[in-house]
């Protein structure tokens, strides 16, 4: 029996049982895949917004604008890449000045601060592989840039040192009242708990409407991406927006913590909940459309496209709260953009709601510091001397692209919540991140897995399931 | 700090030439580090033979091949170190490399040899639609998985792209039972050798089909069937010639890039046709005393002229070490050789006439397959070599060699030009 059961981890899900774990309550997070930061938290846009983009007014707008205050501090209590870039929305045309002008005046609302509109002038100099055909700019010096992996993880280490569970592989199949509490059912036995978090992404409609009769409908909206490699760094230096105008929305074009290059998403309605697939239409789209705020975009430098789902609540709106007619059942359902932005907010938000439910007392015991994967790249070279000369590891390097060391990868797989797959020494650590994709490490990197879990290689998978990348030995089946 | 006459960056079948013809033309110090826990490089994992026709005259497997030039190295009592990673090149030439044993450390080197080979295109440079499943593997690492380590990556299997790893793993993977299904190339003629599609492919009954690609990726977790499809003359997919096999696994032989990254840093002029360095005849780079030879220099398709290549760098950096000033200062001017009208590229990039040895053998890939064509060599505008070839393709490395008494007939040369013409 928990005293709050949250569905999902994810960014959402990571950062409220972070919060929540300040008060003595007994939680746990529920997520269906192996590992955290497995949805919508990896594949997104990996930027701060600064805040003019929601309506006046709106939960959306509110909690970017909080958590984009919240973002220095987070990240240095939480050991997470987080960097205020500033971000410039590009008018490329005289006559939708008034726009530009309009989403200024919407941001000033929103309390978003340092807003100022530039000149093609200033642009240029700003970032001069900027479109010939901008003319002007709002520029959001608030704006930002985060490693989505490391700070879903951060959230959630956190957390499990504060002492929330974790079960993974977990999926729930149903919810139903019992008494004063609630029944889930999952694929790994049935869970009780008083209060229920729907933290579940593109599937919280699915949960949501288990409980209430005031339905919700949730549609997952696909972006795909392009990512560039390391090689290309400084292309842009700032987020770049192209002002939405008559033929559309436009695509971002923006540096990423580690020094990539990111130019995405497609907005694509789809179905199918699981439809993380790019495909060619949308890779051609975004690098049409990248053309249209930069110039000389390097595109044989494209190391890898992907695409996430945005959970788009038919609203357009953050819902966040305990819902009416199932009482202990708090929803934080519609996490689109700009939630990744907001996460440190709503994460204050739900824990603020479940303690006004339960009245639970703080723990005393509460850490809010943790500390990331040590990286030796930013030490100088003596400093590397002395890491290796005492732990051997961190002289050895696993993979080339991204240069990181056998030493992070242990780190990576023995700390709280460790990675059990490729894919999760991959996000904590960037092994098989860069210009070769894994094709170099993904052999020591399975040798290293295998080794430190104590199980045979053939057991080490990509990303959970049955993503097995060795099936067998040779001869096999002859 | 460590002091080396010339450090040798990759223990790979360059790097191991280099250093031994170092030695043998006078270097004396000389130090190779190689980033894997053996010499050799990627020949450990080609265990098929085919290896050193040309320079032993005899068929070898790519571990034996490596074993004869890590006995010259033995034998020429080279330094080397094992899995140590190079870190940077300073201009200076000091170099910063890493080992588990030595931690970080510096070496000043008065030359440089590059020798780090190539890495494969991946997927994601490949832009290929789908999901992104376990399944998808590059050729190599599906080699070194199954010659290096005895699993099976896969049953059912797709490739794409016909370069000659994924030829050679289509044979491999069918020999450790697997079921290849098909072959399919995005061009209308095959990236490999014509000996490694006959051996490879027909001899098991694989199907080669040219002009295809593959068009989406099925399978959430791990692949779970492929769908290609045929490309018109623009390469880009014919809407409703889309075949589906179901399989658990594509390989990828797409292309291999010079791993470059060091040269870069370093300041080192590159070629956008090869991604690898511009050389003079000597194989140095734009920077004095940094030589550059094998697959880092340029993607080759056979060991033998990797070994050849890297015993001229060796060479070359052991005359600069014993010679210095001299060897820069020898006279004559850099004349530059075009590659026009189906030539790619050429390496070297620039000869000089007065340095050149008597002979000097010039490297090129065409762009494109050309049948009943000539190979022809122009000294400004006059036409020297015009060498009949049935068929010339892209798969295929040509060359042409270039004689010092020639070049000296043209005191006023200023253009060298290598050209396909058609008969």
Same mark, same amino acid.
């Given at each position: 029996?928990?005293?709050?059961?949250?569905?999902?981890?994810?960014?959402?899900?990571? @950062?409220? @049982?972070?919060?929540?774990?300040?008060?003595?309550? *007994?939680?746990?997070?529920? /997520?269906?895949?192996?590992?955290?930061?497995?949805?919508?938290?990896?594949?997104?846009?990996? +930027?701060?917004?600064?805040?003019?983009?929601?309506?006046?007014?709106?939960?959306?707008?509110?909690?970017?604008?909080?958590?984009? /205050?919240?973002?220095?501090?987070?990240?240095?209590?939480?050991?997470?890449?987080?960097?205020?870039?500033?971000?410039?929305?590009?008018?490329?045309?005289?006559?939708?000045?008034?726009?530009?002008?309009?989403?200024? /005046?919407?941001?000033?609302? *929103?309390?978003?601060?340092?807003?100022?509109?530039?000149?093609?002038?200033?642009?240029?100099?700003?970032?001069?592989?900027?479109?010939?055909?901008?003319?002007?700019?709002?520029?959001?010096?608030?704006?930002? +840039?985060?490693?989505?992996?490391?700070?879903?993880?951060?959230?959630?280490?956190?957390?499990?040192?504060?002492?929330?569970?974790?079960?993974?592989?977990?999926?729930?199949?149903?919810?139903?009242?019992?008494?004063?509490?609630?029944?889930?059912?999952?694929?790994?036995?049935?869970?009780?708990?008083?209060?229920?978090?729907?933290?579940?992404?593109?599937?919280?409609?699915?949960?949501?409407?288990?409980?209430?009769?005031?339905?919700?409908?949730?549609?997952?909206?696909?972006?795909?991406?392009?990512?560039?490699?390391?090689?290309?760094?400084?292309?842009?230096?700032?987020?770049?927006?192209?002002?939405?105008?008559?033929?559309? !929305?436009?695509?971002?074009?923006?540096?990423?913590?580690?020094?990539?290059?990111?130019?995405?998403?497609? @907005?694509?309605?789809?179905?199918? !909940?699981?439809?993380?697939?790019?495909?060619? @239409?949308?890779?051609?789209?975004?690098?049409?459309?990248?053309?249209?705020?930069?110039?000389?975009?390097?595109?044989?430098?494209?190391?890898?496209?992907?695409?996430?789902?945005?959970?788009?609540?038919?609203?357009?709106?953050?819902?966040?709260?305990?819902?009416?007619?199932?009482?202990?059942?708090?929803?934080?359902?519609?996490?689109?953009?700009?939630?990744?932005?907001?996460?440190?907010?709503?994460? !204050?938000?739900?824990?603020?709601?479940?303690?006004?439910?339960?009245?639970?007392?703080?723990?005393?015991?509460?850490?809010?510091?943790?500390?990331?994967?040590?990286?030796?790249?930013?030490?100088?070279?003596?400093?590397?001397?002395?890491?290796?000369?005492? *732990?051997?590891?961190?002289?050895?390097?696993?993979?080339?692209?991204?240069?990181?060391? /056998?030493?992070?990868?242990?780190?990576?797989?023995?700390?709280?919540?460790?990675?059990?797959?490729?894919?999760?020494?991959?996000?904590?650590?960037?092994?098989?991140?860069?210009?070769?994709?894994?094709?170099?490490?993904?052999?020591?990197?399975?040798?290293?897995?295998?080794?430190?879990?104590?199980?045979?290689?053939?057991? +080490?998978?990509?990303?959970?399931?049955?993503? !097995?990348?060795?099936?067998?030995?040779?001869?096999?089946?002859? | 700090?460590?002091?080396?006459?010339?450090?040798?960056?990759?223990?790979?079948?360059?790097?191991?030439?280099?250093?031994?013809?170092?030695?043998?033309?006078?270097?004396?110090?000389?130090?190779?580090?190689? $980033?894997?826990?053996?010499?050799?490089?990627?020949?450990?994992?080609?265990?098929?033979?085919?290896?050193?026709?040309?320079? =032993?005259?005899?068929?070898?497997?790519? &571990?034996?091949?490596?074993? $004869?030039?890590?006995?010259?190295?033995?034998?020429?009592?080279?330094?080397?170190?094992?899995?140590?990673?190079?870190?940077?090149?300073?201009?200076?030439?000091?170099?910063?490399?890493?080992?588990?044993?030595?931690?970080?450390?510096?070496?000043?080197?008065?030359?440089?040899?590059?020798?780090?080979?190539?890495?494969?295109?991946?997927?994601?440079?490949?832009?290929?639609?789908?999901?992104?499943?376990?399944?998808?593997?590059?050729?190599?690492?599906?080699? $070194?998985?199954?010659?290096?380590?005895?699993?099976?990556?896969?049953?059912?299997?797709?490739?794409?792209?016909?370069?000659?790893?994924?030829?050679?793993?289509?044979?491999?993977?069918?020999?450790?039972?697997?079921? #290849?299904? #098909?072959?399919?190339?995005?061009?209308?003629?095959?990236?490999?050798?014509?000996?490694?599609?006959?051996?490879?492919?027909?001899?098991?009954?694989?199907?080669?089909?040219?002009?295809?690609?593959?068009?989406?990726?099925?399978?959430?977790?791990?692949?779970?069937?492929?769908?290609?499809?045929?490309?018109?003359?623009?390469?880009?997919?014919? &809407?409703?010639?889309?075949?589906?096999?179901?399989?658990?696994?594509?390989?990828?032989?797409?292309?291999?890039?010079?791993?470059?990254?060091?040269?870069?840093?370093?300041?080192?002029?590159?070629?956008?046709?090869?991604?690898? %360095?511009?050389?003079?005849?000597?194989?140095?780079?734009?920077?004095?005393?940094?030589?550059?030879?094998?697959?880092?220099?340029?993607?080759?398709?056979?060991?033998?002229?990797?070994?050849?290549?890297?015993?001229?760098?060796?060479?070359?950096?052991?005359?600069?070490?014993?010679?210095?000033?001299?060897?820069?200062?020898?006279?004559?001017?850099?004349?530059?050789?075009?590659?026009?009208?189906?030539?790619?590229?050429?390496?070297?990039?620039?000869?000089?006439?007065?340095?050149?040895?008597?002979?000097?053998?010039?490297? =090129?890939?065409?762009?494109?397959?050309?049948?009943?064509?000539?190979?022809?060599?122009?000294?400004?505008?006059?036409?020297?070599?015009?060498?009949?070839? %049935?068929?010339?393709? &892209?798969?295929?490395?040509?060359? #042409?060699?270039?004689?010092?008494?020639?070049?000296?007939?043209? %005191?006023?040369?200023?253009?060298?030009?290598?050209?396909?013409?058609?008969?």
């Amino acid at each position: 029996m928990y005293d709050v059961v949250i569905i999902g981890a994810g960014v959402s899900g990571a @950062a409220s @049982a972070r919060e929540l774990s300040r008060y003595q309550l *007994n939680v746990c997070v529920v /997520e269906k895949e192996e590992d955290v930061c497995c949805g919508t938290s990896k594949a997104n846009s990996a +930027i701060v917004h600064a805040g003019f983009d929601a309506d006046s007014g709106s939960l959306m707008a509110k909690l970017n604008v909080e958590g984009n /205050e919240m973002m220095d501090e987070m990240s240095r209590e939480l050991d997470f890449h987080f960097k205020r870039n500033g971000s410039l929305v590009v008018c490329l045309q005289e006559d939708e000045m008034p726009n530009l002008q309009a989403l200024y /005046e919407r941001g000033v609302k *929103n309390g978003v601060k340092g807003l100022r509109i530039i000149g093609r002038e200033e642009l240029a100099a700003m970032e001069p592989n900027i479109s010939d055909k901008a003319v002007a700019a709002l520029y959001a010096p608030t704006g930002g +840039i985060v490693c989505p992996f490391g700070m879903n993880i951060a959230y959630a280490e956190n957390a499990a040192e504060n002492g929330v569970e974790f079960r993974f592989d977990t999926e729930v199949l149903h919810i139903e009242r019992k008494g004063s509490h609630w029944l889930l059912q999952t694929n790994r036995g049935e869970i009780e708990t008083t209060y229920v978090v729907n933290a579940a992404g593109v599937y919280a409609d699915k949960f949501h409407n288990m409980v209430s009769s005031k339905k919700l409908h949730i549609t997952p909206r696909r972006g795909d991406y392009c990512l560039l490699d390391r090689s290309v760094e400084g292309f842009v230096t700032h987020t770049i927006f192209q002002l939405p105008n008559k033929f559309g !929305k436009g695509v971002l074009v923006t540096p990423t913590v580690h020094g990539n290059t990111l130019v995405g998403p497609t @907005a694509i309605d789809i179905e199918n !909940k699981e439809g993380t697939n790019t495909t060619q @239409a949308g890779i051609d789209e975004v690098i049409g459309k990248a053309g249209n705020t930069v110039k000389n975009l390097p595109i044989r430098q494209v190391i890898t496209s992907f695409a996430g789902l945005r959970a788009h609540e038919d609203g357009h709106e953050f819902c966040i709260g305990e819902l009416e007619d199932a009482k202990g059942f708090v929803d934080c359902a519609g996490i689109e953009s700009p939630g990744l932005s907001s996460a440190p907010a709503i994460g !204050k938000m739900v824990a603020d709601i479940i303690k006004g439910l339960s009245n639970a007392p703080e723990n005393p015991n509460f850490k809010g510091t943790r500390k990331g994967i040590l990286d030796p790249k930013v030490l100088t070279n003596e400093e590397r001397a002395a890491l290796i000369k005492e *732990n051997p590891a961190y002289g050895n390097i696993i993979c080339r692209c991204e240069m990181v060391t /056998e030493g992070e990868i242990i780190d990576s797989i023995k700390r709280p919540l460790g990675a059990k797959s490729l894919d999760g020494v991959k996000r904590r650590t960037r092994a098989g991140m860069g210009r070769c994709q894994a094709g170099f490490c993904s052999p020591r990197t399975i040798e290293i897995l295998a080794r430190e879990r104590g199980v045979d290689p053939s057991e +080490i998978t990509k990303s959970g399931g049955a993503s !097995k990348i060795i099936v067998g030995v040779n001869k096999d089946r002859i | 700090m460590l002091n080396y006459d010339i450090v040798v960056i990759g223990g790979g079948p360059a790097g191991l030439a280099a250093a031994v013809s170092a030695k043998r033309n006078g270097a004396e110090s000389i130090l190779v580090l190689e $980033r894997d826990k053996e010499l050799g490089g990627i020949l450990n994992q080609c265990i098929h033979n085919g290896f050193g026709l040309h320079t =032993f005259q005899e068929e070898l497997t790519g &571990p034996e091949y490596a074993g $004869r030039f890590i006995g010259q190295l033995q034998e020429e009592q080279i330094a080397y170190k094992l899995n140590t990673m190079v870190m940077d090149i300073g201009a200076n030439k000091v170099v910063t490399a890493m080992n588990r044993e030595e931690g970080m450390f510096e070496i000043q080197a008065k030359a440089i040899i590059l020798a780090m080979g190539c890495r494969e295109r991946s997927r994601g440079a490949l832009n290929i639609p789908g999901y992104r499943p376990a399944g998808i593997y590059s050729a190599g690492t599906a080699q $070194r998985l199954v010659n290096m380590e005895g699993y099976m990556p896969g049953r059912e299997v797709v490739i794409l792209g016909s370069g000659d790893i994924g030829l050679i793993m289509a044979r491999r993977m069918t020999l450790e039972g697997a079921k #290849v299904k #098909v072959v399919a190339e995005l061009l209308p003629y095959s990236g490999g050798l014509k000996r490694n599609i006959v051996q490879c492919l027909d001899d098991f009954g694989i199907p080669l089909k040219l002009s295809h690609t593959v068009v989406d990726i099925d399978g959430k977790e791990r692949v779970e069937g492929i769908t290609i499809a045929q490309v018109g003359p623009d390469r880009r997919p014919i &809407p409703g010639t889309e075949e589906h096999y179901a399989c658990d696994t594509l390989l990828l032989s797409c292309g291999l890039i010079p791993e470059n990254e060091l040269s870069r840093s370093l300041g080192v002029e590159m070629s956008p046709v090869t991604s690898g %360095p511009l050389v003079n005849e000597c194989l140095e780079t734009n920077v004095e005393g940094v030589f550059a030879c094998g697959n880092v220099l340029h993607v080759h398709d056979l060991v033998d002229f990797v070994s050849e290549e890297a015993a001229s760098a060796g060479r070359h950096a052991a005359e600069y070490i014993l010679n210095g000033a001299r060897h820069l200062a020898s006279g004559g001017r850099d004349i530059p050789i075009q590659a026009v009208e189906g030539a790619r590229y050429t390496v070297p990039r620039t000869i000089n006439p007065e340095r050149m040895d008597e002979k000097h053998t010039v490297r =090129f890939r065409v762009g494109d397959v050309y049948k009943n064509c000539y190979v022809s060599v122009y000294l400004n505008n006059e036409r020297i070599i015009h060498r009949k070839r %049935p068929v010339v393709a &892209p798969g295929e490395m040509e060359e #042409v060699v270039l004689k010092k008494e020639q070049l000296a007939g043209f %005191p006023d040369l200023s253009q060298i030009t290598v050209k396909i013409e058609e008969a």
